[in-house]
């Protein structure tokens, strides 16, 4: 039977098309809360209410998919706001199993871009009929026909059977707060999305009498509770102490487990309830054992539900103990248990994480979607007050039918038309194809095939190319054959031969052959990287050499230089520079880059250590 009562409704999009501000709004609207209820719900942030976590509010971007729940008239929605950005794909994979319907937002400017398209595929797999909002109409370069006629273009693409295209489509401004079926409606609110929802989307289809079903989509966690397992009941009822199987994903195992609560969603909270049926999303309590992808079963017939499929990682990067001289000066130094410690948890909650130990007990390799993906993990770490060290990010080859293959990337590029040389040269030389290039005059919208390897380090010089004006997206493809060899760093770097503080003196003289990447009286150690050579090869420096005192004159007289700042690195920014003798240590404090053998000697003799 379907549920009329109920409504489960995901939005998808790719990043920074306006999803997390329509269900702000949505949820405005709703009348379900107070001002001063909001107020204290954005806590002064930048006013999105779903932006929970500390680095989405830093970021702008939704990290971690989260469900609210809400009331039309008696049909309750059960409304869950997604990742936008690709390697956070594994969120959007695995809720999209507790929807029953998806709004696919597309700005009405830039139309769809790569992550538009795998959201779709993904929807399309899980059998649900997209509605289409086309966001950002208010938009000055706003292109609605057109946007509308690619969108179409791409359900056809996807393989959308006739009555899936036949789409409906609704015009909105997320920031102001509207939506209407035409685009020069006068609507000024968003009723005609909360009529979508009550007709547009069907309700669950359920077996209400049927023995209990629940898979595991996703994990919280209380202090007070524990583990929290969150999922839709697909067939049954469940109750507050119910005895219930727990069949694991991994290896099929069953386990006896009790149910100790049972939460509803309620707006952006969780009540405690005696009972929910099939077709709700609900929160368990009591079951310690769950994992993403269990099913929680009824205890006399155990039918666990098919296993969700989560895409294969494409990056992998090593994590080691941190050895540095200025190791615990800044934070807690995680011991080798204590790493591998840390990223199981994190395995519990991250289905599209994949970690193993390597061949040095001090090491992990940790595999994921892409750069964002395993630098959020690693920027959650070093806020928790932990230190590291990380290895150069390395592209996973698989071997298909006895040929290497590697991962190919569909990137689109967004330049000023004055820049589309400098763009193509530097994504051609790292064996990119190009697919497809349009102007409209001053931006030139460019589309390539690239390996992924070759994305590595490519944002920072594309936006240094352009003078910081492109804009880059980039998803998933295919495997495919492997590619030749891609140009590495150009430049070589100067490591420091000393531990003490860095100079203005040293600077000085020093400044004129790179990019420092340190100041006056910072501290740096023997085998630090301390600037970006001009040259290619890399040269050792003595960067805390002070001036000399005569008996003329004081070590500090006549110094007249104005020194320029260092470049100071970002995480992603850092990773992507780095090469594979070097490391990133990551502090609480500082982001630090290094060499693997810190003494020049042990470099000279021993070259590269084994990367496990």
């Known amino acids: 039977m379907r549920r009329n009562d109920i409504r489960n ?32 719900l954005v806590g002064g942030q930048h006013g999105l209410i779903m932006d929970s976590n500390d680095l989405e509010r830093e970021r702008g971007i ?44 597309v700005d009405a400017a830039e139309g769809p871009l790569p992550q538009t398209r795998f959201v779709l595929r993904k929807a399309f797999a899980c059998g649900l009929r997209p509605i289409v909002i086309i966001n ?14 690619a969108m179409f273009d791409l359900f056809i693409e996807l393989g959308a059977d006739e009555e899936t295209a036949d789409f409906p489509v609704f015009y909105a401004s997320g920031r102001s707060g509207y939506a209407r079926k035409k685009a020069n409606d006068d609507n000024n609110n968003l009723a005609p999305l909360y009529e979508a929802i009550e007709k547009m989307v069907p309700g ?48 099929g195992s069953i386990h ?21 049926s099939a077709g709700d999303v609900v929160a368990l309590v009591g079951i310690d054992n769950a994992e993403i992808g269990d099913t929680i079963t009824d205890f006399d017939h155990p039918n ?109 590029v967004e330049a000023p038309a004055s820049a589309v040389g400098a763009v193509m040269g530097l994504v ?35 936006l240094t190319a352009t003078s910081g004006m492109a804009i880059m997206h980039h998803n998933f493809h295919e495997y495919q054959p492997i590619k030749g060899e891609l140009p590495g760093r150009q430049n070589g770097v100067m490591i420091s031969t000393e531990t003490a503080k860095a100079t203005a003196y040293a600077i000085e003289g020093l400044q004129e052959r790179g990019i420092m990447f340190v100041g006056p009286m910072e501290p740096v ?17 003595n960067v805390t050499r002070e001036k000399k005192l005569t008996n003329m004159r004081s070590a500090g007289a006549e110094i007249k230089t104005v020194l320029k700042p260092p470049r100071k690195f970002e995480l992603e920014s850092a990773l992507e520079f780095i090469e594979d003798d070097e490391l990133v240590e990551i502090t609480p404090g500082a982001i630090r880059l290094r060499k693997m053998l810190l003494k020049e000697s042990d470099r000279k003799r021993g070259g590269r250590t084994p990367r496990g």
């Open 304 to 412: 666990p539900l098919p296993p969700l499929s989560i895409d294969e990682p494409t990056i992998d990067m090593v994590l080691r103990i941190n050895d540095s001289p200025f190791a615990s000066q800044d934070g807690k130094p995680l011991t080798s248990r204590e790493l591998r410690d840390r990223l199981n948890k994190e395995l519990e909650s991250d289905v599209a994480l994949r970690v193993r130990p390597s061949e040095r007990g001090d090491e992990f390799i940790v595999s994921g979607r892409g750069l964002l993906h395993l630098s959020i993990l690693l920027e959650n770490m070093r806020r928790e007050g932990s230190e590291f060290s990380v290895g150069k990010p390395q592209v996973i080859n698989k071997e298909i039918n006895g040929v290497k293959m590697e991962p190919v990337e569909l990137l689109v």
């Open 9 to 40: 409704v995901a939005i998808i999009a790719h990043v920074d098309h306006g999803k997390t501000t329509l269900v702000d709004q949505m949820l405005r609207q709703s009348g379900l809360f107070r001002q001063e209820e909001l107020d204290r």
């Open 428 to 462: 051609l030389e790292r064996q990119g194809q190009c697919q497809k290039m349009e102007s409209n005059g001053e931006q030139t919208h460019l589309e390539f095939l690239i390996p992924a390897r070759g994305l590595i380090g490519l944002r920072t010089r594309v």
């Open 136 to 149: 950002k109409i208010d938009r000055p370069d706003a292109r609605i026909d057109e946007v509308h006629s």
């Open 256 to 276: 006896d487990d009790t149910i100790v609560q049972v939460l509803e969603f309620n707006r952006l909270t969780k009540v405690e309830v005696e009972e929910l």
């Open 525 to 541: 150690y023997e085998g630090q990287i301390v600037a970006e050579h001009c040259r290619e090869n890399d040269l050792t420096v």
């Open 62 to 105: 939704t990290i971690l998919a989260k469900n609210c729940a809400f009331k039309i008239g008696d049909i309750k929605v059960n409304l869950i706001d997604t990742p936008g950005h690709a390697d956070f794909g594994g969120e959007v994979e695995r809720v999209l199993k507790m929807a029953d319907g998806a709004f696919v937002l």
């Open 204 to 251: 669950p289809e359920v077996e209400l009498e049927g023995p209990l079903q629940v898979q595991v989509s996703a994990l919280a966690f209380s202090e007070f509770v524990g583990r929290i397992a969150i999922g839709k009941i697909h067939a049954g009822k469940v109750r507050k102490n119910q005895r219930v199987k727990l069949v694991k994903q991994a290896d």
